[in-house]
């Protein structure tokens, strides 16, 4: 098979959900308007946590990174899709790719990890409340947040530098919304098999290893919930409980079925849904399911509002 040069001056066609659909144009300002919710919630997030210095507690610390990385991963899929269909030019140079691919792998691997930290601090200001100021130190938050980026930063690396090391074949037609490694894959002129088998691992040590073990904590929060004399508590422990695991879901299913699925398995159609569903919708749901229903999060934003907004309309 004849092989093209896909290094310099060389690049993709990028035919994902857009080209897919029946209604482009209603999926395209879709995804416009979960892109600006998206911006608009984290924004917001990330602002009234690092404003507001009753929210600086461990839960709201690792809430404001999951925000400033669902803000980041959005940005890097959806603005590009929509830019190049309003262009109609789908092309993306073979370095571009790379790049957002790495972005993309770096970002998703870190919420991976992240939402994993999160269940655990869950675990203990509900399990363990005495203790609670004791385990999630300073020092421990930090250690949760370097764990996280610079563990998804050496997976990503690796991962891109070997994907993108292949000789692709004349088709320059990548079948899906970005640049992403099964797809990618698909291309390349070279035997990928043992590859394969290394993404069929790191998936499983980025999603069903960190799953697992948020599984584990919520089941021992919910025997200690259970065992709670007060009504009250138990009902904000549930509502806190039901917040984390319908982000857990809605982020954990489709990832896990593009990294886990072997690629032999995979559709690009139904790669395409489950890219969009975790890369678009998920970073415009996840403050809405978190937070921005949450009593101390609208505390704060009133606190802020006061603060800073009214007395400055007041002044004029």
């Not at 080209?19 to 917001?44: H, K, Q, W």
Request: glycine residues 4%.
């Amino acid at each position: 098979m004849e092989v093209w040069n896909s290094t310099l001056g060389s690049g993709f066609i990028l035919e994902g959900i857009l080209n897919d659909s029946r209604f482009p144009e209603l999926l395209c300002a879709t995804i416009t308007v979960l892109y600006v919710l998206a911006l608009t919630s984290n924004g917001l997030l990330l602002l009234l946590i690092t404003m507001d210095v009753k929210l600086h507690v461990p839960m709201y610390l690792l809430l404001r990174q999951l925000s400033l990385l669902d803000l980041l991963l959005t940005s890097v899929i959806a603005p590009k899709a929509i830019m190049d269909f309003l262009r109609g030019d789908n092309t993306i140079s073979f370095g571009g790719c790379a790049l957002q691919m790495l972005l993309e792998l770096m970002l998703g691997s870190a919420e991976d990890i992240l939402v994993a930290f999160m269940a655990y601090d869950r675990y203990v200001a509900i399990c363990h409340p005495l203790n609670y100021t004791t385990i999630m130190n300073p020092r421990v938050l930090w250690f949760m947040v370097m764990t996280t980026w610079i563990v998804a930063s050496l997976s990503a690396i690796i991962y891109t530098s070997y994907t993108m090391h292949y000789p692709f074949c004349k088709s320059r037609l990548v079948k899906h919304l970005f640049c992403e490694i099964p797809p990618l894959l698909k291309l390349a002129c070279a035997d990928t098999s043992r590859f394969e088998l290394m993404v069929y691992l790191i998936g499983v040590m980025f999603l069903i290893a960190p799953l697992a073990a948020i599984l584990v904590s919520y089941m021992l929060i919910l025997c200690t919930v259970l065992r709670m004399p007060s009504k009250e508590g138990r009902k904000k422990a549930l509502l806190t409980c039901s917040s984390h695991l319908t982000v857990v879901t809605i982020y954990y299913g489709p990832a896990s079925f593009i990294y886990v699925l072997p690629i032999s398995f995979h559709n690009p159609k139904q790669d395409n849904i489950f890219s969009f569903f975790y890369t678009v919708v998920t970073p415009a749901l996840n403050p809405l399911i978190y937070s921005l229903r949450n009593k101390e999060v609208m505390g704060a934003l009133r606190r802020v509002l006061g603060k800073y907004i009214l007395p400055s309309h007041s002044s004029t």
